[in-house]
């Protein structure tokens, strides 16, 4: 069996051990649903746009604790090393570990079709925008994952994982929002803007969760996410070479 | 194996990961695949703008005159985003051929100069910013520029930003600009000659500003028949137009026969009759003109309009069409006295409604008594049908809104019974089944001439006229039919009105000069053929393609009526005429791909969590009981994923509970067996 799919194994194991996976997923679908059955009503538009423009955002903050523990309580617990020992690769532990963060994020976001299935039932909603609309958010979740996974891999403390992941995924959010984006104008080249303004995973998701697939989307996200899972890995080599 | 792993290794790493992730991202912008997953094709362009971009020859340049988006609101800010993308994908598909070049009018006064010289408008948008209301001019408009050509979208607001209505604005434009050749549509046209006051005569009331409104002047090349001396419709020209058809001559009528015969189209907005258009106050505009008639004064029998176009099919009836139903009515404002108007329901001026008429079928086969005549109730089953044909091009733009243009004294139409041989009918706009006609000659002024008496003679002329109507058998008129198939000259069998001197001549040979000393027989001269200024002989069966379209009003379209110059005097407006007009004229061009663009439209995808008893449940209780439904949905919506992960939890408790009681237990036997040994 691939080592990967060990550590996949016993990582998602732990998520439905833990209390902590479970008061994510509780208090992740409360907030969202809350907000998004909003879109339930007599003669409103059968439309999913309401909850995905809120998941984009629910992500952000979401996601961050979910990955904070990732890294950083295995240092403080002593069991990374312990980990590092093992004849497995680090890049084999670290799909693993964000393979099952992803497993479990895409089971809560299942656990959210319960929304389309009504507005399905209720009104004509059109599925290709909602399908692509799920797979752009969990491309979108794995570029967060990804994020989140790097900073809990650079320190000790879960608490600053968490807020490292935060901050730097909103600044990503930002750079891409207009209104900054039209402030920067004043300051910097177009061609500079423009480089900028891609960098952020905001935009990407926006023409998915219309119902335009782009492989120029699904490549930034699986690039982004790559980038940024091989920072990690080479996080974990210099940590086991170091000794 | 451990590897050397420096600091100075890990920038390396670093840098060209960033590097090559960089080049992946920046090649991915140009080599792009894309697929629009929703299920009406909402975000692909259609074959029509596909086949431009195709086209073009040299580059297309789009000037956009967009504001800060700072300066938005939230609905112009999403509205952007949406027009952004569709720019961008434009670009994309054009591979090249078109540009978008940014410019922002709240910049720089020069620019917002420019932008107004060419032809961008502006919305003054307010918004509410830490409390304090800011004002800003919103700029959303396009401008396109193709050789020396150039077109302009002076302002594309929120409401019409959705990618198919971007699209059937901007390909019609982008069509315009890039087209060198118009499509050339000839017409004759009768215009109205209002009675003269004072000696001085008002000039006509006609149609050249229909004809040159909107986009059509860009698109479309108009050639009057009148000006040439009763030429025959020139080859290259597929429809003619008459406006409002009076006094015709015996040319005319064959002219218009020949056109048909040829496989062209002849588009005829019919009266028959005309009201004065009065410039005195009080107005009466009622007042039939008794000096209206189709055909010219001492028109030969046998040649008359109407039975030209009985000929064809459609029967022209002496009678105006009224409207019973109130919900088909116009209503209109006149003044009738300084200072104050009033609202007429005047039955006379009706726009058809997209209903199915055969869910009153049972209100209307009930007699006095309130029995139900069963066999005319099956009949209005059979017969009734919407007001707009659902299938029909020209009803098109109509049917969303349910509302059709409006006809002003429409003429009362039939189709012939049967139809001539060959000869296939659709009928486009009828009336509800609650009208009739009444004789155009007749007194249709309501309101008579006092002020006072006004409104009391409007209401006992209503009395009147639904007293007549209740009498009247259910039935629909056709205010807009189409015929097509094989016809049948008009002039078959007639003596052919051919212009004089350009007769059509049949020559043989000339005969050969007799020569004396010649020997043998003569050679006859070579056959000189037709003579090239002669008319082509009569045509009498049609080509394919041929059709006769009639729209049963020609005021609707008139001039003063779009212009809402004859409201100013007491007259209507013209109820979406310029619409009706515009998109026949598409219609019949046959630009199809162009016309599927005005049938995309963002479809209804409302919810409904319940549906109104209209007779037994009041609207209050009815908007309770889908609160309900819907406060519910929404519980559940919330509770139940909430409760599985809940239920997950609880039996992974339990299960590792039950597991470490177990374990303990053995645990606990381990030491009791082991403490007993």
């Known amino acids: ?243 | 194996m451990r590897t050397a792993f420096s600091k100075r290794g890990l920038i390396l790493h670093v840098f060209l990961l960033l590097v090559v992730a960089g080049e992946v991202l920046y090649l991915s912008s140009f080599y792009r695949a894309r697929v629009d997953v929703t299920a009406d094709q909402l975000y692909s362009f259609s074959p029509s703008t596909l086949g431009i971009l195709d086209r073009l020859e040299e580059p297309i340049r789009i000037e956009a005159y967009f504001s800060a988006v700072e300066n938005l609101d939230d609905a112009w800010r999403d509205a952007r985003g949406r027009i952004n993308s569709f720019l961008d994908e434009l670009v994309r598909v054009s591979r090249g051929k078109l540009t978008i070049e940014f410019f922002d009018p709240g910049a720089e006064q020069q620019i917002e100069d420019r932008a107004r010289r060419v032809g961008i408008q502006s919305l003054n948008l307010s918004r509410v910013e830490a409390g304090v209301t800011q004002v800003a001019a919103g700029w959303q408009g396009l401008r396109f520029r193709y050789g020396t050509k150039v077109e302009v979208l002076p302002l594309i607001p929120p409401s019409a930003a959705q990618p198919p209505q971007l699209e059937a604005q901007i390909t019609p434009l982008l069509e315009l600009v890039t087209t060198e050749e118009l499509t050339k549509v000839a017409f004759f046209e009768w215009p109205y000659q209002p009675p003269g006051r004072g000696g001085q005569r008002p000039p006509p009331i006609g149609w050249a500003q229909l004809r040159n409104s909107g986009y059509l002047p860009g698109r479309y090349r108009w050639i009057d028949m009148a000006a040439t001396d009763g030429l025959l419709v020139p080859d290259d020209v597929d429809v003619l137009v008459l406006f409002c058809p009076r006094n015709l001559d015996k040319r005319t009528k064959y002219v218009i026969d020949q056109h048909l015969m040829r496989g062209g189209t002849v588009l005829a907005f019919v009266d028959a009759h005309a009201f004065q258009y009065a410039t005195t106050t009080p107005l009466h505009p009622f007042t039939p003109d008794p000096t209206f008639r189709f055909d010219a004064i001492g028109h030969e029998r046998g040649y008359a309009f109407v039975d030209q176009m009985d000929h064809y099919g459609l029967v022209i009836h002496d009678d105006v069409v009224g409207e019973g139903a109130d919900e088909a009515l116009e209503t209109f404002e006149m003044p009738i006295e300084p200072g104050r108007s009033i609202k007429w329901p005047f039955p006379f001026f009706l726009h058809p409604l997209h209903y199915d008429w055969t869910a009153n079928a049972e209100q209307f086969a009930r007699d006095a008594a309130g029995n139900v005549d069963l066999e005319l109730l099956e009949r209005y089953r059979e017969r009734f049908v919407s007001g707009m044909n659902p299938t029909s091009e020209f009803a098109r733009p109509f049917l969303e809104s349910r509302v059709g243009p409006g006809f002003y004294f429409p003429t009362r139409l039939e189709l012939r019974d049967p139809l001539p041989d060959g000869i296939e009918a659709e009928v486009h706009f009828r009336t509800t089944p609650v009208a009739m006609g009444v004789p155009s000659q007749q007194p249709l002024d309501w309101i008579g001439a006092i002020p006072q008496r006004m409104v009391e003679s409007f209401r006992a002329n209503r009395e009147t006229f639904l007293n007549g109507l209740r009498g009247e058998p259910r039935q629909q008129h056709p205010l807009m039919v189409e015929l097509s198939g094989a016809f049948t000259s008009f002039f078959a069998d007639k003596v052919v009105p051919y212009r004089p001197g350009f007769e059509p001549v049949e020559r043989g040979p000339e005969p050969a000069p007799q020569d004396p000393d010649a020997i043998g027989p003569a050679v006859p001269a070579p056959d000189p053929g037709p003579d090239k200024d002669a008319e082509r002989p009569i045509l009498k069966t049609s080509a394919p393609g041929a059709r006769l379209v009639v729209v049963a009003d020609a005021d609707g379209v008139r001039d003063d009526l779009i212009s809402e110059r004859y409201r100013s005097l007491g007259g209507p407006t013209s109820r979406a005429g310029l619409t009706l007009f515009a998109q026949t004229l598409d219609v019949l061009s046959g630009d199809r791909d162009l016309l599927a663009l005005y049938e995309r439209f963002v479809p209804d995808r409302g919810q409904s969590y319940g549906t109104r008893d209209t007779a037994n449940e009041p609207v209050a209780a009815f908007e309770r009981r889908v609160q309900r439904t819907v406060w519910w949905w929404r519980a559940a919506n919330v509770v139940v994923p909430i409760l599985c992960l809940v239920v997950v939890a609880v039996v992974v408790s339990v299960r590792r509970r039950r597991e470490k009681v177990r374990f303990l237990r053995a645990t606990q036997q381990l030491k009791t067996d082991g403490g007993v040994a």
């Open chain 1, 1 to 243: 069996m691939p080592k990967s799919l060990v550590v996949y194994r016993r990582e998602l194991k732990s998520y439905f051990l833990s209390p902590i996976a479970y008061v994510f997923g509780v208090l992740f679908l409360g907030v969202q649903m809350w907000f998004s059955t909003s879109a339930l009503g007599q003669d409103q538009p059968a439309s999913m746009v309401g909850f995905f423009q809120l998941l984009g955002l629910m992500l952000l903050f979401f996601v961050p604790a979910l990955t904070m523990r990732l890294w950083a309580e295995e240092r403080k617990l002593g069991t990374l090393e312990l980990l590092m020992t093992f004849p497995v690769r680090a890049g084999a532990v670290v799909f693993g570990k964000f393979s099952a963060a992803l497993t479990f994020l895409a089971i809560v976001l299942l656990l959210t079709v319960g929304l389309p299935l009504t507005l399905a039932a209720f009104g004509s909603l059109d599925w290709g925008p909602v399908l692509a609309a799920y797979c752009g958010a969990l491309l979108m979740a794995g570029a967060y994952l990804s994020v989140g996974m790097l900073w809990s891999s650079l320190t000790r403390d879960q608490i600053v994982a968490l807020l490292l992941a935060l901050v730097s995924l909103l600044g990503l959010y930002f750079i891409g929002w207009p209104r900054f984006l039209s402030w920067l104008d004043a300051w910097v080249p177009r061609i500079v803007l423009d480089a900028i303004g891609a960098l952020s995973p905001y935009q990407y998701f926006r023409s998915m969760s219309r119902g335009v697939i782009d492989s120029r989307d699904v490549i930034y996200y699986l690039v982004f996410t790559g980038v940024f899972l091989y920072g990690n890995v080479l996080v974990l080599q210099y940590r086991r070479h170091k000794g």
